[in-house]
């Protein structure tokens, strides 16, 4: 099993439509998660940090469930402007390396 | 307040040649992380270094390739040569000191072997 896991997708979203993403973790000892987004040849930027609270950032909206050992990103309203691969990215306890998913390809369309 | 940056942005090479990346941090950030990413595929971790220090080079192939951060100057990615499948994007992020900290990352190299 991947250490990070991520359904590539692509999602193809009307604008307006609200999508979510999963990613999977294997490490139960991970403790910190984060989205980032990617376009097109462009570097990742970090959308937003995961909490065990969740974290709610306008219209995206991220969770963290343990048990199962997930996170969730959230988007409503979608914009055009939202079309990008979005990465999840695990920490996992004690390591100083992020382990990346493969990202998520979301295509919101008009 | 300068992001990280890279240079070359674009560099060509052909099969045998040396290839040098640059990264300059983040002010203020005294922790560098190397990454390749190929062509439909996510980041793959190479190198973390501080200055002067090499924290975690298992992600880098054990022979042609190379990493510094010196106490002055960028850190320096260096793959002697290269082959084709060198050809990829190698992005470089840096982070403040800790476990969880989060990652800048700059513009990214193409490097492109012939």
Redo the contacts between chains.
Sequence with gaps: RKEVEQDPGPFNVPEGATVAFNCTYSNSASQSFFWYRQDCRKEPKLLMSVYSSGNEDGRFTAQLNRASQYISLLIRDSKLSDSATYLCVVNSGGSYIPTFGRGTSLIVHP | NAGVMQNPRHLVRRRGQEARLRCSPMKGHS?V?W?RQLPE?????MV?LQKENI??E??MPKERFSAEFPKEGPSILRIQQVVRGDSA?Y?CASSQPG??N???????T?LTVL
Aim: net charge negative; hydrophobic share 35%.
């Design positions: 922790h992380y990454y595929e996510g980041l793959k971790f973390y924290i975690d298992s992600g994007a992005f476990l969880a989060e990652q800048f990352f700059g513009p990214g193409r």
